[in-house]
């Protein structure tokens, strides 16, 4: 089956945080000392342009439809830093005026005054790792901000001119009860962000917390607590799109947006992973790079390349494709599903059947959309379109 070219979104990891959180499984390094910041801009460039050179038959005359600067804490970087990036690839790269650009940052790292400066490199949309607004559950989550340092962050980059902004937020966290994690909705919601991103806080594998587990809410008061803060963020003018997205009319991070639709994206940067599709073969690949950042740097001084590249068989796609598409609430249209995938729709029409006949997806051949119980059981729906040989 042929493929069409989805939209390609660029991602950029920036490795380094002030201190690892006991929590993130995330690639990402305790800064200790001063940060290699134009070697790593340099690396990055590199990076980028052996990535247009290998996979030059997928990215020809393909514009960008995003950018993210995830960590790490990505607002360690100065402005300047941050332009040179983004000047870098648009000399490369088609990058058109308005496209979303995302700068992840957390409370505890912005400079005052620093936001007029993200805005003139290019940012347009900045994204707060707040978690809560309780300091007590800050401290147990290791974060090096306090709630008033939250809510303070957040003024001044409004104050600057930013009007895309995000607030991530965790519930389930140790100890917390519903009305606690109701209270960190409401102080989000009175910030006035343009989207709030709001999930469990789960125990992930290699992580401080996994090795010592906190005492946290046990799976019937987690979901009191999703239930209730759904239903604020409703009341408040936040619709949800996605698992754990909600946002206002217009504001949907378009970046993840590509991602859940399958779509395709480089990504640059200690640890970073892409997808690739081409149009002319019908291949899909990931990319894969290095994850120490000191690796990564010797590479590019070595004019090496930064990682690996691993196709997507057929057989592996229908999962992969639904393990995306399902985290929607409005699904996508079903005729993406072959155009994304390269698969033809009989592929799953099995398991489509069987997702059906349990009522986990909505009535309508011409959508693939969870229905209220597809979402809350959406780990056993998505399991329907794993390989049989998985």
């Known amino acids: 089956m042929s493929l069409l070219a989805p939209p390609l979104s660029l991602y950029v990891h920036i490795p380094w945080c002030v201190k690892k959180c006991p929590y993130c499984d995330f690639n990402s390094h305790a800064q200790g000392g001063a940060l290699p910041v134009e070697d790593y801009v340099d690396a990055l460039l590199a990076d980028l342009d052996r990535d247009l050179q290998t996979h030059s038959d997928a990215l020809e005359r393909r514009p ?8 790490g804490t990505p607002s360690l ?5 941050i332009a040179r990036i983004l000047d870098g690839v648009a000399a490369r790269i088609a990058l058109p005026s308005g496209t979303e650009i995302t700068l992840e940052t957390n409370p505890g790292t912005v400079e005052h005054g620093r936001f007029d400066g993200y805005l003139r490199a290019g940012v347009n949309r900045v994204s707060f790792g707040v978690q809560s607004f309780d300091d007590d559950k800050l401290r147990r989550l ?3 901000h306090s709630a008033g340092e939250a809510a303070r962050a957040v003024a001044e980059a409004q104050d600057a001119g930013v009007e895309n902004i995000n607030l991530d937020l965790m519930y389930a ?8 994690a109701i209270a960190d909705v409401e102080r989000a919601i009175a910030l006035r962000p343009a989207h709030i991103s709001h999930y469990q806080l789960t125990l992930e594998p290699n992580t401080l917390f996994a090795a010592k587990p906190p005492p946290l809410p046990d ?4 979901w009191d607590m999703q239930e ?3 239903a604020r963020l409703a009341e408040a003018g936040y619709a949800q799109y996605e698992v754990s997205a909600y946002a206002r009319d217009g504001r949907r991070c378009a970046h993840n947006v590509n991602y859940w639709q399958f779509g395709d994206y480089l990504g640059i940067g200690a640890g970073a992973h892409g997808k690739l599709s081409r149009a002319t073969d019908g291949a899909i690949v990931r990319t894969t790079k290095v994850k120490l950042p000191r690796s990564y740097l010797e590479r590019a001084a070595r004019h090496e390349a930064f990682g690996g590249v691993a196709p997507v068989a057929p057989a592996d796609r229908p999962f992969e494709f639904m393990l995306n598409a399902l985290r929607l609430n409005d699904g996508v249209e079903a005729v993406l599903f072959e155009r994304r995938s390269g698969v033809a729709p009989e592929r799953i029409a099995e398991p489509l059947a069987q997702a059906r006949a349990r009522g986990w997806l909505v009535d309508d051949a011409t959508r693939l959309q969870p229905s209220a119980d597809g979402r809350r059981f959406l780990n056993d729906l998505i399991e329907l379109f794993l390989r049989d040989d998985a």
């Not at 799976?219 to 987690?222: I, L, P, Q, R, T």
């Open 64 to 71: 960008l439809h995003s950018v993210f600067f995830g960590g």
């Open 142 to 144: 290791g974060r090096i």
């Open 228 to 230: 209730a803060c759904q």
């Open 219 to 222: 799976e019937d008061s987690a």
């Open 77 to 81: 970087f100065a402005p300047e830093a």
């Open 173 to 180: 966290l140790p100890q917390q009860t519903p009305d606690g």
